[in-house]
Every structure is written in structure tokens, then in C-alpha cells.
């Protein structure tokens, strides 16, 4: 290949340089972790409009021709979020309902009590649980859906804009919702064209227990408090620029409205502080949503969008994508009937693939920035019991959602998992140090020693585990924390995120035991493996030496020893550690099944087809295990085969940890069959996307629950389908699988060693790639069997034509 | 009525019959007609028909009745309704003359000018709350004193006085209670008693075995079936609903058989001269459709619309059954006799069990359908809404027009499609949304094989919508439904056909060619079960996209097949039935056929598909 031209600096599209729309995003974003709901600043507002045109957002539209059921939200909601506050939108014209989550409405705390078998406790009261902050209901009664036509609602993913529009007697009636970042509320605005009015209630109610109350200046309110004294509120305004807006009581009403803006926010007084006890005294969350909704109020709902618009849409403009042209008969069909008619018929619909994927970027933008991460739910709930707590499940679930923040251009999204993990620690590390070794726990470290933080399968965001110890979880959660670094070169936030990794790391010092073992020359040899542990979630439950946690700590030992290099520190340890990793035992292939080991045993003691690819990190998301002259053909073999072995069928996240696996293996083919199988579309709970595209994880006939783990998993596989890296190699198309061939393209791909890509293709080949510099230096790029070496500073760009 | 109602019911001790309290009333009654019949022809008339006035009876009486769908009332869904108030006296004790009146007075001043004429009593007008019968001494069922103090004429009067036409009610065979050990005389038949009448075993029969069967090779049993109908002309009634009749009923068999019961009714009521309505019940036997349609007037299809709850009906037990059960019946309507699916009550939503839009939904299927039109409501208390949708004049036109039954286009999936051709080339479509969230209905104008733009009419909001191209969607609410006239703007849809039988395909499993006289070519591909697969072959079109292949099949019964084109995944469709095995009906799906040739297979899994006769595939999508 040809290095075409070098771009200076000055024209560099940086990482963070598309934000020119949205100076305030970068305060916000600030590494350190605000509080969740404060007071804040006066958001600018954008002097131009920063709208796309119609023909523009209609590249990046998902659109229906019904509205939700209230009684289906979370398979039929369209959501909306501002990274703290997520709402589902019903978007019935007669009952526009929301139901509105904050990120931080925990139930629960310190759950430091361990249960007589060691292990934590896990309910709703000690563990907590995320849960619904309020009800939004705009009733307009003679606008009942059975009287209205040409009803189509849509969700605008590059604007972060939900729209239904209908019309009746000859008047065509439009609503949009959005969840301002800027102004930290959530608006909706109704309009008309045509003479019509709107006459109707808005309600706001608390979803437990509390009463709403007519505050100053026509809004209503209500606040209340948990068990564990954890403060919240929410409040709503209306106003219209005609008709008649009243406060009654707990509820608006108005009539005769020829336009009506609803604005409503809500937080609680939940702070990302230890210190503190998690709450931030200063906070009166009420009071504190009264006030922002008057002041949003204060501006007319075009400004509020704008502000809106001109924040959301530099972040999800960051990557583009097109993976080909979809048929004129595709284009005709709604999204779900699109998703329908995708499985029907087998045929690709590139656009429709390629919307997938954006709507797991939009979910990112509208649920992870500036307060707490996303959990199994992010923050779009339909009630106040979400499966398994809506939590942080440490043994994928919460990996996967963040494995795409810097693979599909949205670093700045990660920084909510980071600062999570950040505020914890002193909490995970006091937990570890007093409850650990309990004599109970099947974990424990035999050796009695212990150091460093780990935690339990289940986090909240009290500092508290829930279910199971899980030994690996630290190193597991920090290969994400030191791949963000990985992306980004960015040097300060490895100084922040240091203390995670050598806490990981001490706590595998004191852990590791030593064991011997035959080589396969015959001799022996005395390695380290890791104490009593259960390969997620299947099999023994104190097997030593698991291939999970081996791969893990291999990769956590290696991460440190970049680490400190990079920061200069703890040189001596590194070496201590260096030590130690070269003689951590690693996997072998079983000579009875032909698979990678999961256990330290020829034998299979799980279920075969089992949804987690535990063993297989080195392949996914580990790098040690590669289709290339560095791994052993036996252990690629080995862990083909027990790839090949867990088969095609499973579940959402499970289908994407299988696609990513085969991308990571080129074989293009199957990596898309498995993204295709999330786009099967959810039958009555069955697996497959919901017609909002939520994925939908089939627990028992008839009941599906929402897990975002797929969501944001599925994108992950698509973009590693299309570039894989790791620091100092670029592979370019690595398994574009032929429904995609034939032409496409896609910018902003984050590189692992601080690059962001950008390529085209035409039947199969590369034709063009460009590689921007975020701060690495060399790297080579691999496409159609060639390969080159770049060098460039930080800032600068290289165009790459003429692919073998 | 319905055979679940019974064991609700007080037992009757046996041997109490009670055939002699009546006897006054009962021979004061058969007097001369006091009000004249009203021609059979007006009943032809839709809405804004005239009272009916005297009029002779004619020498084949029947011989008009029926010719539309009947509109009406009936008692029942009100009797058998737990709703508070309705029936203070025990169960089904809302059948009184003070509520009829009540009801007649009701109808008349509020639908009767929408074509809704027929007030029908239905069971228990003989019983007393306890249930308890109450009979002449002919063995003939007499009034309840208390429920109907001035007897069955008044009421018959009242109700004409009224330019209404009255119905009456009868369980089928003899009541056990009437046999009074056979020794009980038939009116007007010297010689015959119950004995006669009935086998020797007194073998029982009906939907509740609550009768003994008639046995009509003794002339005695048509003496009596005709003494009953005598008693009921002389009365002035105009209507009977015949009940329990089998096959049919939830029964079987021998016993059950009630054919020559109700053409023994049919011959009895021709004899009276006067015109009587004869309307069969329930569940009926579609495999005796023929002698239903030759012997009666209409056939209910299937069990009670009724919930025996705290409401009139609920959705679900059992209005919704109704799309399922209905396309079997669609080519057995007709002038004369109609396919009857039971009340009609959408008049108001707190007693009806009801949502705004399922009401909408039920009343539109019954239009579609052509079933008469009866509300169970009680007209004293119709909402707004009620109202207006038992009186929309244009839906009402759709029940009573000369088009035929319409029938699914669409597979019976949550969303359905339905349709009729009209006489002067419209097309009535219904849209149907019977899953319990909102959800887009789409009608492509290629399921009716026509193509382009179309002008659209919306019956229910009574207004034009335009024109659309080759389809309409709407947003639906749960259970919801739409209903438009539909005119094509007129270009023919340009199709291709594949035979089924054709050599070109590939048949697997036990699939195999059949002899079928209704079908193209005279073939079709049957034996489509358990893994058996039908694949066409070389399906060519010109361009990529998503055509609407028609589907012409035969299916006694509703079955279920996985349609797919090429490597598609397909869907699991299912067809309702075609009626029984030598009746094509067709309906479309969308499949993507790509430029070029094509395969499309109908695979019938692990369970029983219908029998295929051909598929035609537009030649521009």
C-alpha cells in the first residue's frame, strides 16, 4: 500500500474535535466524578441552529407506524436519556406516558454482612436495586389512537429526538421528546399544524408511594426518601405560548392549547464519594428539580432542542457507518417490520445492520455520561423490580457494555465506567480486607494472605457486592480500564485509573499458589495458579487454576508492567510482577475433547454449549490467543474447537461474545450470522431485539427481560468485523463478511495504541483508509495482505490508497 | 344459552312438572291473530324502513325470511350477566315482560330507525327463578306468571304496537319435565301423547341432555313440534331461537343429532302460515351446514359471546374466538340463512366488559361477517359511544349489502386483514389488531389484486382519507380495528401462477398430487404434515423486493404452515380454514423473491399444513 499524504496537525479531527457544537460537553466530562444531581452551570446555548436537515436525519432514523403499550415500555418504549435521567416514551397520542429512571435511584448499601457461606447477601433491601424515579403521563383524551391516521413515531439517533406525529379531522399533530444533557431535564413539545388544539392533563407521579404537590411557579413536585436515606424528587412544568395551562393540585391541566412544552427532571442526592457515605448533603433533590425545570422553562422549547442538539449530536457523529445499500422494498418497511422481514427472508439489510449498531450508540450517549454507568438496564426501566437489580454484573455484563464506549467513537462515554470503578475502590478494597478470608468463604485465599480489592459478581454503587465473591472481577473490570488507555494514549487517565490496576494486582500477589504440572515433554514444573474459584457461571465452584482467572491476571500482570512503564512508577514491583506472570500457568488443549481447557482438566465439567466464553478471554477480548505465527496452532485449534463447541445458538450478550470471537478469528461468515441472530426479532419473550431493538434474553416461555449487555456487545462485534487492533497493529477488514462487501465504509473506529480509523471498501477491499493520531506514534496496518508501518505525532493524520 | 349455564341452575325434582297452571292463559291465547305479520320483504330493508303493517300471510311464508341479516335484541346476555343489579332475583331473572317492554320501548325510539326490529326473549320465559318449568296441558312450555304476568300475546302486541317484531325461545326436544310419564296429550293430535313422541329408552338429547329425543318416524313427534309453533304464531311471534341443537351444542353423536328437529320446526312454522324466523343454536355442526341452511333461518357458530361474569362479555371469553371461528363459515351465509355470531354488545362499555376498541373491533367483524345484528345491551343505558357505533348507518350497510362474506386475506396472525369485493367494484377491508399492544395494520391492495392508487373511505370516522398506493397502514390500538371502502383506482395486478402439482417443484416428506375438482388444473398438494414440504421452483420475477404472493389453498380446518422464500427463515402462517376439503380460498404473504429465479416452499414443520393449490406472484412489485 501507498502512504498517500500526511495531514498536519492543524486539521486534525481529533478524538474529542468534533465538540466545536458543544463547548460545554468538556467540563462535563471532566475526569473525577461530579455528583450525580447538582446545580449547574448556565448551558450554552448554540447561536446557529444545529439541526440536520430532514434528508440528513433520516440516514440515522429508526421510525414505527404504532405507538408503545403502556403495558409493554421496555419492548415497545422508545428511550431517551441525558446520561443520568433515562425515560421509555410510549408516544400514544391519546396517553403519552414516560416512565423516567435516574442512574442513581439505589436502594440498598454496604451490604458488608456476609451470609454464613461467605458469600453476600443479594435482595432489594440489602444488596439494592435500581429503580424507577417517576411516571409521566400526558393524557389528551380525544385523541384516541382509534380516530387517528397516518400515525408514524420516530427515533432521530443522531439528534437524540423522539417524534410521533398523526393526524386527525384534517390537523396534523407532531410531538418531540428529548432529555436535555445542557439543561438536565427532559422536554416535550407539542405542536400542530391545521387549527388543532390540545386539552388535556399532565401527571407526575412517583412510583413509590409519594404524593405530588403544586410547587412555585406552576409545577408539581414530589420528593421522598429510601430506607437508607437516600433523597430524591422530581418535578414538571407546562406552559404553552395560547390556551390555558393550571395547576390542580398534583397534576396540570390545560385546554385549548395550540402548542404545549412539558418540562420534567428529578435526581436524587446520590454522590460517587465513599466519604460521604454516598450522598451529597447539600443536595435537596426536589427542590433542586423545581428549580432546573423553571429555568429550562424559561426558554422556548426550540432553544432547549437546539441546546440539546448542539450537545448530543458531535458525540454521535463521531463514527459513521455504512456497510452498503439496502433495497427500495427495505426502505419502505418500518424498522419493525424491517427487523421482521430480515429474518423472514435471510436477505441483508446493510442499513438496517448498520442502524443497529447506532442505536447501541445512541443508548451510550443517552445513558452514560456524568453519572453513574450502565448497568444489565442502563436507565430504562418499566417498573420498580428490574431483573437482577439492574446491576453491575462484573462477570460480563458490565465489560461488554463498555467495550464499544472506545471501539465505536465514544471515549468519552467510557469515563462514567471509570469513575465508577474510582469511587468504589476504597470500598471494595475495605470490603476485601475485612471480608475476603472469611473462614467461609469458598474463595478465600488458602494461603490467608491478602491485599489489594476485588469484588463480588454483583456491584451496586454503595461499595456493595451482591450474590458471589468473584476473585477474577478485578482484573476482568481493569483489562477494560487499561484498554480505554490503550485507545486513548491518554496519560492522566492512566495516573487516575493506576490505583485500580496495582490494587488488582496485589490482591493476585497474595493469591496465587503454586502447584506442579507435566509438561507435555514429560517433565514437570512448578507454576502459579489461582486459588479456589468458579469459571462464570458454570461448572465446579472451587476449581484452582481456572482458565478465566489465568487469562485475566496474565493480562492484568502485562497491563501493569505497561502501566508503570508509561507512569514511571513502581519500577521494582514491575519486575516482581514480571516474575510472577512468566510463571503463571496458562491453558492447555485437552487431549478428550480437543478443546481449549476451561478447568485444569482433560475433562468437560460444564454444559458444552454454556453462554459464557470464560476460557476464551485470550481470545476475546485478550489478544494472547491469534490467528497469526504468535499462538501456538495446537491452542488455536483448541480454542476454535471450543468456540465451534459452545455453537450458534445462544442469547443476546452470549451471541455477541460468539461474534466477537470469530471476528477475532476471520471467519467473516459466521461472526455476521451471529450479529443477524440478535436481530431476530422477540416474539413473547423470546431472545432476539425488541421492536425498540432493546435485546430481549428469553428467561422462561414467555418472559423476556431487557439486557443492554447485547445492545452494546453486537456493535463491539460489527466494528471488530471491520478493524481489529492492538497496540502496534492495525488489521483492516479482518472479517467483512460478504452481505457487506460489496462497498462501504466507516469512520471514527477507535485503534487500540491511540489511533482513530477511518476506511472504505468496495467488493471486499480496502480502497481508502485514513489513520488519525489520538496521541500513539507507530503502528502497522494490515489490509489485503499487505502491510506498512506509520509513524505519526499526535493530531496528525495519514491517508493510506492502494491496498494489495 | 349455553350448556355451562346449567349446573348453575337449581335442580329440577323430578317428576315435578307443572303443566296445569297455565292452561287458562294458554287456551285463552289461541284466539285469531290479533296483529298482522309483517311482510317478509320489508325485512329486506336497511335502515330507515317503515314500521311493518298488516300484510296476508303467504302460501310459502318463509319464503322471504331472512333475505338480510336480522337486527334486533336479545335478553340473554343481560340474564346471563352477574353485573350488579341486573338480576336481583337469582340468576337469569332479568327476563321479565316489565324488562322486555322496557327494552322494546328502548329500541324503538333509539335504533329501530337503523334497522334494529326484532326484540327476542330467549330462555327461561317458562321457568320461574328457581328455574322451575312450567308447562300446558299439551306438554307445551307456559309462561312464568311471574316473570310475564299477562302472558306471551301481550308482549307479542306490545312489541308490534311498536312496528317490532318479537322473538321467542325454545330448548330442542321434548323437556323431561313436560313427559309427565307420557301420558300428557299433544294439542290437536287425537291419539298421540308424550309417550309417542320420544324412544321408548327416552333417550335424552340437546346441549344440556335436558330433553328426551323426538323420534319422528312416529307422527306424532312433528304433531307436537307443530303444536309448539301454532302456539307461537297464535301469539303473534315472529322469531324463534331453536337452542341446544346438535351436531352441534358440544355434542355428537346419534342422540344429538337434531336435523330432523329443525326440519320438523322448518315444516311446523311453514304450516302456521305465518312467517317465523327460525334461528338454530349453538356451536353447530359446519359439517351439516347444508341441512342448517336448508331447514333455518341463521345458525349461531359457535358458543356464547356471554362471560357468565360481572360484565356482559369480556374479550377474551369469548369475542376474540370469533376471528378464528368465522372464516370456516364465510361461502354458508346467505340470503335466507346467515352465519350468526352471537350478541352484539358494544352499547356500553361498563356493562359490556369492553374497551372503546375492541367494542369498535366486534361490532366490525360482526359486519363483515354479515351476522345479524342483535345487542344484548340494555338499551336504557347505551353510552355516547354505544350509540354511535350500533348506529353507524355506513357499517350497518356493510352487514346488510348483497356482498359476500368477507374473509381473511391475511394470515390469522395478532394483525388481520379482511375483505370482500363489493358489487359495483369497491372493496370493503377491515384491519384488525387482536394482540394486547398497539401495533400498524397493512392492507396491500395486491391481496385483492389490484394495484396503484386507491381512494379510501373510513366507515367508522365517516370520512375520506384520500388516495393510497398499494397499501394503507394504520396504528391500531389493542384489540383495535379499522374498517374502509376501498376503490380501486384501476389498474389490475399483473400476476404469474405456479401450479402446486406442476413436475418442476419439489415435494418431500409425504407431501404428494391430489385430485381437487375446486382447484386450477384439478390438482392440488396434499399430505403436507409432519416434515412434509412443498418447494416451487423457478419462481422468476425481474426485480429485488417484497411481492405479495397470493396463496390459493384448501383446509377443512384451520392449519398452520412456515412460508419462506429461498434461505429465508420464513414465518410460521397460520390459514384459517377454507370451510372444508373441497373449497379454495386464498390468502397473501409478503416474501422477498430476488431478480431472477426463485424458490418459495411451504414447510409444514412438526405439525399439519393445508393442502396447496397454486400461488401467483405480481410481476412488478
Redesign the interface.
Known amino acids: 500500500m501507498d502512504i498517500q499524504d500526511t495531514e498536519s496537525r492543524d486539521n486534525r479531527p481529533g478524538r474529542r474535535g468534533f465538540l466545536t457544537l458543544a463547548a460545554a460537553v468538556g467540563a462535563a466530562t471532566a475526569l473525577g466524578g461530579l455528583p450525580a444531581f447538582t446545580a449547574s452551570a448556565a448551558p450554552l446555548r448554540p447561536t446557529e441552529s444545529p439541526m440536520l436537515t430532514a434528508a440528513d436525519a433520516a440516514k440515522n432514523l429508526l421510525w414505527w407506524q404504532a405507538p408503545g403499550s403502556s403495558g409493554s415500555m421496555i419492548e415497545q418504549g422508545l428511550p431517551v436519556g441525558n446520561g443520568r435521567l433515562g425515560a421509555l416514551t410510549g408516544n400514544d397520542p391519546a396517553s403519552e406516558l414516560l416512565t423516567i429512571t435516574d442512574a442513581t435511584l439505589w436502594t440498598g448499601g454496604p451490604n458488608d454482612t456476609l451470609q454464613s457461606d461467605g458469600q453476600f447477601p443479594y435482595g432489594r433491601d440489602d444488596f439494592g436495586s435500581l429503580t424507577l424515579l417517576a411516571e409521566l403521563t400526558v393524557d389528551i383524551p380525544d385523541h384516541d389512537l382509534g380516530s387517528v391516521n397516518n400515525y408514524r413515531r420516530s427515533l432521530d439517533l443522531a439528534q437524540g429526538l423522539v417524534s410521533a406525529s398523526y393526524d386527525i379531522s384534517g390537523v396534523t399533530y407532531r410531538r418531540q421528546i428529548f432529555a436535555s444533557r445542557p439543561d438536565d431535564v427532559i422536554v416535550l413539545h407539542f405542536t400542530q399544524q391545521g387549527g388543532g388544539a390540545y386539552t388535556g392533563t399532565v401527571s407526575l407521579a412517583g412510583t413509590h408511594g409519594e404524593s405530588t404537590t403544586v410547587s412555585a411557579g406552576r409545577c408539581a413536585s414530589f420528593g421522598g426518601s429510601f430506607a437508607n436515606g437516600l433523597k430524591y424528587g422530581a418535578a414538571v412544568t407546562a406552559s404553552s405560548s395560547t390556551g390555558k395551562v393550571t395547576v390542580d393540585g398534583g397534576s396540570i391541566s390545560f385546554s385549548g392549547c395550540r402548542d404545549l412544552t412539558v418540562v420534567v427532571s428529578g435526581g436524587t442526592d446520590y454522590a460517587p464519594d465513599p466519604a460521604t457515605g454516598f450522598r451529597s448533603p447539600s443536595v435537596d433533590p426536589q427542590h433542586l428539580a423545581v428549580t432546573k425545570v423553571r429555568n429550562a422553562a424559561g426558554h422556548s422549547a426550540s432553544t432547549l432542542l437546539h441546546t440539546h442538539v448542539a450537545d448530543f449530536r458531535p458525540l454521535f457523529a463521531q463514527l459513521e457507518l455504512d456497510l452498503g445499500t439496502s433495497s427500495a422494498a427495505q426502505r419502505e418497511l418500518d424498522t419493525w417490520e424491517r427487523v421482521q422481514a430480515r429474518y423472514r427472508d435471510d436477505v441483508p439489510d446493510p442499513e438496517l445492520e448498520a442502524a443497529y449498531l447506532q442505536f447501541g450508540r445512541y443508548l451510550m450517549i443517552s445513558g452514560s455520561r456524568g453519572s453513574l454507568p450502565m448497568g444489565l438496564q442502563g436507565p430504562w426501566l418499566d417498573g420498580n423490580d428490574p431483573d437482577w437489580m439492574g446491576d453491575y454484573h462484573t462477570d460480563i455484563n458490565i465489560q461488554m457494555n463498555y467495550w464499544m464506549a472506545d471501539r465505536a467513537g465514544l471515549s468519552e462515554c467510557f469515563d462514567a465506567f471509570a469513575d465508577y470503578c474510582l469511587a468504589q475502590l476504597p470500598s471494595w478494597t475495605d470490603a476485601t480486607r475485612r471480608l475476603f478470608n472469611s473462614p467461609t468463604n469458598r474463595y478465600r485465599n488458602s494461603s490467608g494472605r491478602i491485599a489489594g480489592w476485588t469484588v463480588a459478581i454483583s456491584t451496586n454503587p454503595y461499595g456493595g457486592g451482591g450474590w458471589w465473591w468473584h476473585p477474577a472481577g478485578n482484573a476482568w473490570l481493569c483489562h477494560n480500564l487499561f484498554e480505554h488507555y490503550e485507545y486513548t494514549q491518554d496519560r492522566a487517565y492512566l495516573e487516575k485509573v493506576y490505583p485500580l490496576i496495582k490494587g488488582a494486582v496485589q490482591f493476585w500477589e497474595a493469591r496465587l499458589i503454586t502447584t506442579t504440572v507435566t509438561d507435555a515433554s514429560g517433565a514437570p514444573r512448578e507454576v502459579l495458579i489461582a486459588d479456589s474459584d468458579w469459571s462464570p457461571e458454570q461448572g465446579p465452584l472451587d476449581a484452582k487454576g481456572i482458565t478465566y482467572a489465568q487469562e485475566l491476571v496474565w493480562s492484568l500482570f502485562g497491563n501493569y508492567r505497561t502501566a508503570t512503564r508509561v507512569l514511571g512508577r513502581d519500577a521494582d514491583h514491575s519486575r516482581t510482577v514480571d516474575g510472577l506472570r512468566e510463571r503463571l500457568y496458562l491453558p492447555v488443549v485437552s487431549p478428550t475433547t480437543g478443546w481449549l481447557e476451561e478447568w485444569m482438566s482433560p475433562d468437560n465439567l460444564g454444559e458444552t454449549t454454556h453462554r459464557h466464553l470464560s476460557p476464551l478471554f485470550g481470545l476475546f477480548p485478550g489478544d494472547r490467543i491469534r490467528p497469526d505465527a504468535s499462538t501456538p496452532k495446537d491452542i488455536l485449534d483448541g480454542a476454535t474447537a471450543l468456540l465451534t463447541a459452545r455453537g450458534m445458538d445462544s442469547f443476546g450478550w452470549a451471541n455477541a461474545w460468539r461474534s466477537l470471537c470469530w471476528a477475532r478469528l476471520k471467519d467473516a461468515e459466521k461472526a455476521y450470522q451471529l450479529v443477524v441472530h440478535n436481530l431476530k426479532p422477540s416474539v413473547d419473550g423470546s431472545n432476539g431485539s425488541a421492536m425498540n431493538l432493546f435485546d430481549i434474553y428469553q428467561v422462561e416461555q414467555g418472559r423476556g427481560i431487557f439486557q443492554i449487555d447485547a445492545n452494546f456487545g453486537t456493535p463491539s462485534a460489527v466494528i471488530e468485523m471491520l478493524v481489529y487492533s492492538r497496540p502496534g497493529h492495525v488489521e483492516l477488514l479482518p472479517a467483512l463478511p460478504t452481505a457487506w462487501a460489496a462497498s462501504g465504509s466507516v469512520s471514527g473506529v477507535g485503534v487500540r495504541g491511540g489511533f482513530v480509523a477511518a476506511l472504505s471498501w468496495k467488493n471486499g477491499k480496502v480502497t481508502r483508509a485514513t489513520l488519525t493520531s489520538v496521541g500513539g506514534r507507530t503502528t502497522t496496518v494490515v489490509a489485503g495482505g499487505a502491510s506498512q508501518q506509520i509513524s505519526l505525532q499526535p493530531g496528525e493524520s495519514v491517508t493510506l490508497r492502494s491496498f494489495g | 344459552m349455553r350448556s355451562s349455564s346449567y349446573p348453575a341452575l337449581p335442580a329440577v325434582p323430578a317428576g315435578s312438572l307443572s303443566r296445569t297452571a297455565r292452561a287458562t292463559l294458554v287456551l285463552a291465547v289461541t284466539a285469531a291473530l290479533a296483529t298482522a305479520v309483517p311482510a317478509a320483504a320489508t325485512q329486506a330493508e336497511a335502515a330507515g324502513k317503515t314500521a311493518a303493517t298488516a300484510a296476508a300471510p303467504t302460501a310459502d311464508a318463509t319464503s322471504g325470511t331472512a333475505a338480510k341479516p336480522y337486527m334486533g335484541w336479545s335478553s340473554w346476555s343481560m340474564q346471563s350477566s352477574k353485573y350488579p343489579g341486573l338480576n336481583p332475583d337469582g340468576d337469569y331473572s332479568y327476563l321479565t315482560q316489565a324488562n322486555v317492554l322496557k327494552q322494546t320501548d328502548a329500541l324503538a325510539t333509539k335504533l329501530k330507525k337503523y334497522g334494529y326490529d326484532y326484540v327476542n326473549i330467549d330462555a327461561g320465559w317458562w321457568r320461574d327463578n328457581t328455574w322451575k318449568p312450567e308447562y300446558d296441558q299439551y306438554g307445551r312450555q307456559a309462561p312464568d306468571p311471574l316473570r310475564f304476568p299477562d302472558g306471551m300475546k301481550p308482549v307479542a302486541d306490545h312489541i308490534h304496537a311498536k312496528g317490532l317484531k318479537a322473538g321467542i325461545y325454545l330448548p330442542v326436544g321434548l323437556e323431561k319435565e313436560a313427559y309427565g310419564d307420557g301420558k300428557v296429550p299433544v294439542w290437536n293430535a287425537p291419539g298421540c301423547t308424550t309417550a309417542d313422541i320420544v324412544y321408548p329408552d327416552l333417550r335424552t338429547t340437546n346441549g344440556w341432555d335436558s330433553s328426551y329425543k323426538l323420534d319422528f318416524d312416529n307422527p306424532c313427534a312433528q304433531k307436537y313440534v307443530d303444536s309448539q309453533a301454532q302456539m307461537f304464531a297464535d301469539w303473534g311471534y315472529d322469531f324463534l331461537k331453536l337452542d341446544g341443537v346438535g351436531p352441534g351444542s358440544f355434542k355428537s353423536g346419534d342422540n344429538y343429532d337434531n336435523v330432523a328437529d329443525v326440519a320438523a320446526w322448518h315444516q311446523a312454522i311453514a304450516a302456521t302460515g305465518r312467517p317465523i324466523h327460525l334461528e338454530i343454536s349453538w356451536s353447530l355442526d359446519i359439517g351439516h351446514a347444508a341441512d342448517w341452511k336448508q331447514y333455518s333461518n341463521g345458525w349461531r357458530i359457535e358458543t356464547d359471546v356471554e362471560c357468565y361474569c360481572n360484565t356482559l362479555v369480556t374479550w377474551e371469553n369469548s369475542v376474540n374466538d370469533r376471528w378464528n371461528d368465522a372464516p370456516a363459515w364465510s361461502h354458508k351465509a346467505g340470503p335466507g340463512g346467515w352465519n350468526d355470531l352471537d350478541s352484539l354488545d358494544v352499547g356500553n362499555g361498563a356493562m359490556d366488559g369492553l374497551t ?2 375492541e367494542r ?1 373491533s366486534y361490532m366490525t367483524l360482526w359486519a363483515i361477517n354479515k351476522s345479524p345484528l342483535y345487542t344484548g345491551d340494555d338499551l336504557t343505558r347505551l353510552d355516547g359511544y354505544g350509540v354511535s357505533l350500533l348506529t353507524n348507518q355506513e357499517v350497518i350497510a356493510v352487514d346488510q349489502s348483497d356482498s359476500p362474506v368477507a374473509r381473511p386475506v391475511t394470515p390469522m396472525g395478532d394483525q388481520q386483514v379482511w375483505g370482500t369485493r363489493n358489487a359495483d367494484g369497491s372493496y370493503t377491508v377491515a384491519l384488525f389488531n387482536l394482540g ?5 395494520v397493512s392492507a396491500d391492495w395486491a391481496s385483492f389484486g389490484f394495484a396503484g392508487n386507491a381512494s379510501v373511505r ?1 366507515l ?2 365517516k ?1 375520506n ?1 384520500g388516495t393510497y398506493k398499494n397499501r394503507i ?6 384489540h ?1 380495528s ?1 374498517l374502509f371502502t376501498v376503490r380501486p383506482g384501476g389498474t389490475t395486478l399483473a400476476t404469474t401462477s405456479y401450479e402446486a402439482e406442476s413436475a418442476a417443484n419439489t415435494l418431500s416428506g409425504n407431501a404428494s398430487v391430489a385430485g381437487c375438482d375446486a382447484c386450477s388444473g384439478g390438482n392440488k398438494v396434499g399430505n403436507l404434515y409432519l416434515g412434509g414440504k412443498l418447494q416451487f421452483n423457478h419462481i422468476t420475477v425481474q426485480k ?3 411481492y405479495t404472493v397470493k396463496v390459493a389453498y384448501v383446509s377443512g380446518d384451520p392449519r398452520s404452515v412456515t412460508v ?8 410460521s402462517l397460520p390459514f384459517p380454514s377454507t370451510g372444508d376439503w373441497g373449497t379454495v380460498d386464498t390468502v397473501s404473504v ?3 423473491l ?1 431478480a431472477g429465479s426463485n424458490t418459495i416452499t411451504f414447510d409444514s414443520g412438526s405439525g399439519y399444513a393445508p393442502d396447496i393449490d397454486r400461488i401467483s406472484v405480481p410481476q412488478t ?1
Open positions: 372503546k376498541a369498535q394486547d399492544s398497539p401495533a400498524s373510513d367508522w370516522n370520512q382519507l397502514t394504520e396504528a391500531l390500538p389493542a383495535g379499522r429485488d423486493g417484497i419462506f422464500s429461498n434461505t429465508g427463515n420464513g414465518t409478503q416474501l422477498a430476488k412489485n
